[in-house]
Nanobody, 124 residues
């Protein structure tokens, strides 16, 4: 079993930065791929970024590539999402996800555990 708790959301101005953290509990963390998804009002939850357990492989949706960076510290059981050059369209609830397999999947259905989400609001 894995529990995920996100933090770091809040209000930022366009062009600003935020860093999200996702703290995990449970023995499966170090062997699991981790990911970030987001859901804006009235829209479906979408893939943002993912990282394999070693950090050797990452993936980003095209709209955040070059602006967001995912990383993880397995000793702290934490995954991060550094968000720079924020845009108003980044406004959403951001969810952390964990998989029991070491593979990044862009589909919502490929993840076994989810956090409660943290709100990110970008003002223009």
């Amino acid at each position: 079993q894995v529990q995920l708790v996100e933090s770091g959301g809040g209000l930022a101005q366009a062009g600003g930065s935020l860093r999200l953290s996702c703290a995990a509990s449970g023995r499966a963390f170090s062997t699991a791929a981790m990911g970030w998804f987001r859901q804006a009002p009235g829209k479906e939850r979408e893939f943002v970024s993912g990282i394999t357990w070693s950090g050797g492989s990452t993936d980003y949706t095209v709209s955040v590539k070059g602006r967001f960076t995912i990383s993880r510290d397995n000793s702290k059981k934490t995954v991060y999402l550094q968000m720079n050059s924020l845009k108003s369209e980044d406004t959403a609830v951001y969810y952390c996800a964990a998989s029991t397999v070491n593979a990044i999947q862009r589909s919502n259905t490929g993840w076994n555990y989810w956090g409660q989400g943290t709100q990110v609001t970008v003002s223009s």
